[in-house]
C-alpha cells in the first residue's frame, strides 16, 4: 500500500505476531456535541488499526479499551519492551485473527493518550481544558469512534469486542448502531454499575481531588495530583484482581529489603510493593482529570434508566450478542453479566451468556486462556452458512 | 453412523415432527447444540439452549445456536409466561442435581408446550441388567460404568405418566419406541419401550 522502504529484516513480526505498529491521529474537524449538551468544535482520536479492510469493507472488528486501557492493544511499538495490552487474543492466526480481520482500536473520548481529553489544549485558552472539558459519557465515546470507523471507509463492524467499560461500549454499539454493528462481544461488564462498583470509583475520584495538587482540574502537564492518582490506581487495582489471585502471587511473602521486626511503614509485603509500582507507573502514562472523567461516564452508565428498562434499551438490537462473565469478578460479577443476555433474550434478540471459571478477578478477561481463545473465535468465525452433518 | 450415535439422534426425528416451524424453542441441557442446529434448519425455529458447562455452550456459539450458561431453573425464572411455544426437556430429567418436578413446571409456565424425551428405565432389558445380573444399567447415552458416569435418577414409562397425573399435567402426545429406539412400541410400554417422548401441556 505504502512505498516505504521495507523493514530491516530484525523487525519482521515472529511467527503469528503483528510485529510493530504505529499510532494514527483521525482529526474530526466538524463541531461534536456531548450528550450533556456541550459542544467542542472538533476533536482528534488517536487509533491503531491491525489487518487489511476487505474489499466488501466489512470484516472489520473494534476493539473497545477498559477505564485505564488506551488504543495499543495488540502489536509492538518500537523500543517497547511490552506488546498491546490484547496482543495474547489479537493476531495472525489468533483467536481475533488479523489475516482475516480488520481490527481497529481508538484512544476513548476523554482519555489521555492522544485523544482529546481534559488535558488537551483548549484553542480559545491556550491551557489545557481541565474540568471545563464537556462531560463524557460511554454513548459520547462510542459516536466519536463512530466517525473514525466512517473515516476509515468501514461500511459495517463484524464485531465490537471489549472488557469492562469497553463491554459498555460494545452494548452500546449494538444499541446506538444496530444495522452497522452485526455481532457485540462483552467481556466482565454490566448495563449499570452496582453501588459497590460507584463506590471505588468515588473513593477515586476523591484521593485526587483531596490532593492538593489537583487544584479543582488546573495544573500543568507534568504535575498534577500525583500522589491522589496514585492511590487512586493503586485501590481500583485491587478490584480487578481476587483473594484467590492475590493471594497466590503474593501470599504475605516480604521483601527481602524488608526489616525483619516489620517496625516500620517501609514496604514489608510483596503486596505492597507491587500496588506502590502500579500506582508509580500510573502517573506516568495517565491524567488524573481523564480519571475523574472516565470513572464519571462509568458511573453514569446505565441503559435501563437511560431507555426505561433494558429490555426497551435492546429493541433497537439486530445483531448478535455474546456475553461473558467470570466466575470471580465481584466488580461487574457474572450476574450482571447474566442479566445483560437475558434481557437480551427476553427482548427477543440473538443472545448467548458463557461464564468462565477463574480465579483472577475482573481482570480475568485478559487472561491466557485456550478456553476463551476458541470462544471468541467460534463466535467471531462463524459464517452464516449452515452444516448439515448432525452426527454427534 | 455407528449404531450409538444413530439412537443419539432419536430425539430429533420425533421432536423434530412434533415442533412448528418458525416456533420459538428453548431446549434444557442442551448439550453442544446438535438438536436446536437441526431444528434450526429443517423447521427454522428461534432457538435457545440451556446448559451448566462451559465447553457445550461455547460449541453452541460454534455452530450458531445462541445457549445461556447456567441454572435451567435461574434461565426460566427470567422469562414471562408463555414467551417460548416449546420447551424440550430431552434426556435431561433424570440428570437433574435438584428437583425434577419443580423443573417440569416451571418449563409448563415458561413454554406453551414441553417436550419431553427419556430413557425408560423399566425397560425390559434394563430390568435383566438390574435384576439377574445385578448390574448397573448401560445404553447407547450412558454407556459407562457407575464410577465413570454422572449421578442420575432412573425414571420410567409408568413412573412418568403417574407424574404428570398427580401434577395435573395433560399429556397430549406419547411416542414409545422400541429397544432399537426407533420402531413404535405399540403395547406394554413400561415393558417393553427403551424410548419414551412426551408432548406435555398445563
Known amino acids: ?392 | 453412523m455407528s449404531q450409538p450415535a444413530e439412537k443419539r439422534t432419536v430425539d430429533m426425528r420425533t421432536i423434530g415432527a412434533w415442533v412448528e416451524p418458525g416456533s420459538r424453542v428453548l431446549d434444557l441441557g442442551c448439550g453442544r447444540g446438535q438438536l436446536l442446529d437441526y431444528l434450526i434448519q429443517t423447521k427454522e425455529v428461534v432457538a435457545l439452549g440451556v446448559d451448566f458447562d462451559f465447553a457445550k455452550v461455547s460449541e453452541c456459539v460454534r455452530r450458531g445456536v445462541t445457549a445461556y450458561q447456567g441454572d435451567l431453573l435461574d434461565c426460566m425464572r427470567a422469562f414471562p409466561d408463555g414467551h417460548f411455544d416449546r420447551v424440550i426437556c430431552s434426556r435431561t430429567l433424570q440428570e437433574l442435581q435438584g428437583d425434577p418436578a419443580a423443573v417440569v413446571n416451571e418449563a409448563l409456565r415458561v413454554g406453551k408446550s414441553v417436550t419431553v424425551g427419556f430413557i425408560n428405565h423399566a425397560f425390559w432389558k434394563n430390568r435383566i441388567a438390574t435384576l439377574l445380573h445385578g448390574r448397573k444399567v448401560r445404553n447407547a447415552l450412558d454407556p459407562r460404568a457407575w464410577h465413570e458416569s454422572r449421578p442420575s435418577n432412573p425414571l420410567s414409562v409408568a413412573d412418568f405418566e403417574d407424574f404428570c397425573a398427580t401434577q395435573g399435567i395433560t399429556i397430549t402426545r406419547r411416542a414409545h419406541l422400541l429397544g432399537d429406539w426407533h420402531s413404535p412400541c405399540p403395547f406394554v410400554p413400561n415393558l417393553l419401550a427403551g424410548y419414551a417422548l412426551y408432548d406435555l401441556k398445563r
Open chain 1, 1 to 392: 500500500m505504502s512505498a516505504d522502504p521495507s523493514p530491516a529484516p530484525t523487525a519482521a513480526p515472529a511467527a503469528g505476531e503483528i510485529g510493530l505498529v504505529e499510532a494514527r491521529d483521525f482529526h474530526s474537524r466538524q463541531p461534536f456535541a456531548f450528550e450533556s449538551g456541550q459542544t467542542l468544535p472538533g476533536f482528534t482520536l488517536r487509533y491503531e488499526t491491525y489487518g487489511e479492510l476487505s474489499p466488501t469493507r466489512d470484516n472489520t472488528i473494534l476493539i473497545c479499551h477498559a477505564l485505564s486501557g488506551d488504543h495499543h492493544c495488540a502489536g509492538q511499538h518500537a523500543g517497547d519492551r511490552k506488546p498491546g495490552w490484547w496482543n495474547n487474543l489479537i493476531g495472525p492466526g489468533k483467536a481475533v485473527d488479523t489475516r482475516r480481520f480488520f481490527v481497529v482500536c481508538a484512544n476513548v473520548l476523554g482519555g489521555c493518550v492522544g485523544s482529546t481529553g481534559p488535558s488537551s489544549v483548549n484553542p480559545e485558552t491556550g491551557q489545557p481544558y481541565g474540568v471545563a472539558f464537556p462531560f463524557v459519557t460511554i454513548r459520547d465515546m462510542v459516536r466519536s469512534q463512530k466517525l473514525l470507523l466512517d473515516h476509515l471507509g468501514v461500511a459495517s463492524l463484524a464485531a465490537a469486542i471489549g472488557g469492562s467499560m469497553g463491554g459498555m461500549q460494545v452494548l452500546q454499539w449494538g444499541i446506538e448502531y444496530p444495522l452497522f454493528t452485526k455481532r457485540m462481544l462483552a467481556m466482565a461488564t454490566t448495563a449499570r454499575e452496582s453501588a459497590q462498583a460507584i463506590a471505588f470509583n468515588e473513593v477515586g475520584r476523591q484521593a485526587i481531588m483531596q490532593d492538593p495538587a489537583w487544584n479543582r482540574g488546573d495544573y500543568p502537564r507534568e504535575g498534577g495530583p500525583r500522589v491522589g492518582l496514585a492511590i487512586a490506581r493503586m485501590m481500583a487495582h485491587i478490584t480487578y484482581l481476587s483473594d484467590a489471585s492475590m493471594d497466590r502471587k503474593f501470599g504475605r511473602r516480604k521483601k527481602d529489603t524488608a526489616d525483619r521486626t516489620g517496625n516500620s511503614f517501609d514496604v514489608q509485603f510483596e503486596v505492597e510493593s507491587y500496588l506502590r509500582h502500579q500506582g508509580q507507573s500510573f502517573i506516568n502514562r495517565f491524567d488524573a482529570n481523564s480519571y475523574l472523567y472516565i470513572t464519571r461516564a462509568l458511573d453514569q452508565f446505565d441503559l435501563a434508566a437511560a431507555y426505561g428498562s433494558l429490555e426497551q434499551a435492546f429493541a433497537p438490537v439486530l445483531g448478535e450478542t455474546l456475553v461473558l462473565g467470570f466466575t470471580s469478578d465481584w466488580l461487574f460479577p457474572p450476574e450482571q453479566n447474566r442479566a445483560v443476555a437475558l434481557a437480551l433474550l427476553r427482548a427477543g434478540k440473538r443472545a448467548s451468556y458463557a461464564e468462565l471459571d477463574t480465579d483472577l478477578g475482573h481482570d480475568s478477561f485478559l487472561l491466557e486462556s485456550p478456553e476463551l481463545y476458541d470462544l471468541v473465535r467460534g463466535f467471531l468465525e462463524r459464517s452464516e452458512k449452515r452444516v448439515s452433518d448432525f452426527s454427534i
